[in-house]
């Protein structure tokens, strides 16, 4: 028997919590956007208005401001967000236990199991619980009802705000079949256009396609393009309550200024390092590799390199020198750099795992004091404790408050 998925997404989600707060600005368009001033001018997110005039998220605020000269600017606030998300979550798991986040503001809910309890179909559940997250918090959803998470995904999108789009076995290729493959979740611009290389410029094309030739052009993705285009789905909506190990945890930055140093470039590394670490430890993770990405100032390319540790760590001096030490792989200076990232991988809980013979000790200690430092921090705030390095350098004053340029990512 199909399983009965939703699709839920918070329409314009950012913009609709800001224009709560203020009200005053209901009937103009608005977007929420970075602070110009440490080069995090960009648009988060945008209301209606403000789409139908052209404003794109991603785009750079003056584009955005000449597109529409009346936009209303406001800056995120991030608390907020995680509030109504927490709030409209919340709701969900009114309905079902099966409630999987796709980011803040979209999550899948499998309801197969709670049809008979409210006596309707997937279209009329949906159709209750946009209208619950409305009454309780004055946002609307989108809602997108299907048999798989990819098409229910899909659904959510067909038609925006406040509205529910099913696609059932029986009709769905109807509607979404002439769409182009890069609407399927897992399908990006690059995907697509190898696709449309080989003639498969549809979804109907996609699942229609030989699975063999696609192995040969794809390889291991092959089959999850060809399925979701089938609705071939095995993979359940994860209980809203089940333990979320993250696969890799990430902090990266564009600094206010271009890094035109190494001793620059080491003390940006190092404040990232620390937000990397206190994440892991909050997870209660170590990790057994290191990734170090950079933007050039000038091309604004991205380069990007890994590697492996001989024990896991989750110290941040540990993490800021292999990290350091990836730099001559991607980048010298003194061509000036815009942005930097740092990635902890192949995570490890510490059941299994490569033992030291050196450094046991010290890396003991280390992990200790992180913790200690992360109790200092919880109680009187971030900037109670710094590395004395970042004292007198405004690169990395402020990194632990850069959530208004990674919407979602939390």
Known sequence: MDRTILHCDLNNFYASVEQKAHPEYDGMPLAVCGDPEVRHGIVLAKNMLAKQAGVATGEAVWISKKKCPGIVLVPPHYDEYVKYSKQVFGIYTEFTDRVESFGLDECWLDVTGSLKLFG???KGLADRIRETVKERTGLTISVGVSFTKVLAKLGSDLKKPDATVVLDRAHYMDIIGGMAPS???????????????????????????????LREHFGVVADKMSDAARGIESEEVRLYYDKRTPKSVSHGTTTPRDITS??????????????????????GLSAEGIGLSVREATTLH?????????????????????????????????????????????????????????????????????????????????????????????????????????????
Not at 340 to 363: C, K
């Open 183 to 213: 609407e399927l979740i897992m399908i990006g611009k690059s995907t697509a256009h190898r696709l449309e290389l080989l003639g498969i410029r549809t979804i109907r094309a996609l699942a229609a396609a030989d699975r063999g030739m």
């Open 302 to 410: 991205h380069k990007s390199a890994q590697c492996t540790l001989p024990s896991a760590t989750c110290a941040a001096s540990e993490i800021a020198e292999r990290a350091i030490a990836l730099l001559p792989k991607i980048h010298a200076f003194p061509q000036p750099l815009r942005a930097v990232t740092v990635a902890a991988t192949r995570l490890t809980d510490g059941s299994m795992t490569q033992l030291s013979l050196f450094d046991g000790e010290n890396d003991e200690k280390e992990t200790n004091l992180g913790k200690s430092i992360d109790r200092i921090r919880g109680k009187y705030g971030y900037k109670a404790v710094k590395r004395g390095l970042m004292l007198k350098n405004d690169l990395a004053t402020n990194l632990h408050e850069d959530d208004d340029f990674l919407p979602f990512k939390r």
């Open 120 to 122: 309707c179909d997937g």
């Open 262 to 283: 190494e001793e620059d470039f080491k003390i940006v590394v190092y404040a990232l390092a620390e937000l990397v670490a206190m994440r892991l430890r909050r997870y």
